[in-house]
């Protein structure tokens, strides 16, 4: 699972998160892991775009928590890719900051983390490509751990049919 921000122009036209030029970004570094996009649940902190592409006020984080959190707990993600300073501090408070923790598996609870930079973030500061490059690399090793291991585990049962979805 990968949780963003908050959709951006293209993204609320379209309906669907990261469609713009973070999203083609993000493609590139889920194929250089041999990751299909469509294997992986992408969703944001907040589901609708603040104007402006203004930051998320604390309201609308808030506001939007129940949807994430119900995400999350259906889809059972073995590893939840957080990229950038919003989804780490909305998902895991009280962490050390972004350019600390960037690239590490991060365990919480039954939840395994891997903080990473925004996309977008590296679509401005170019020295940042690499880094995500390399901590995304990091990521095909931490999901094949945790699968690993989920292997070792008796299943979980599946939800129940009306836990239905909607994918933003
Ligand atoms: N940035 C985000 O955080 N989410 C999107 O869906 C698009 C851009």
């Not at 379209?14 to 030029?21: C, I, K, L, S």
């Not at 939840?80 to 009280?94: D, E, K, T």
């Not at 989920?150 to 049919?161: C, M, N, Q, S, W």
């Amino acid at each position: 699972m990968i949780v963003g921000e908050a959709p951006g122009q293209k993204e609320d036209q379209e309906g669907v998160p990261f469609v713009g030029a973070a999203g083609q970004l993000l493609n590139k570094l889920l194929a250089s892991i041999d990751i299909p996009r469509e294997e992986v649940f992408i969703t944001n902190i907040v589901k609708c775009r603040p104007p402006g592409n203004r930051d998320p006020l604390p309201e609308e984080v808030a506001t939007c928590s129940p949807y994430l959190d119900r995400q999350v707990e259906l889809i059972r993600p073995a590893v939840i890719l957080l990229l950038g300073r919003h989804a780490v501090q909305r998902l895991l408070p009280g962490s050390d900051g972004i350019s600390k923790i960037h690239g590490t598996m991060v365990e919480r609870g039954d939840r395994v983390y891997v903080p990473l930079y925004h996309p977008a973030a590296a679509l401005y500061n170019g020295f940042l490509v690499e880094t995500l490059e390399a901590d995304f690399r990091r990521v095909r090793g931490y999901i094949d751990v945790v699968e690993a291991r989920r292997k070792e585990l008796p299943p979980v049962p599946a939800p129940a049919p009306q836990d239905q979805l909607s994918l933003f």
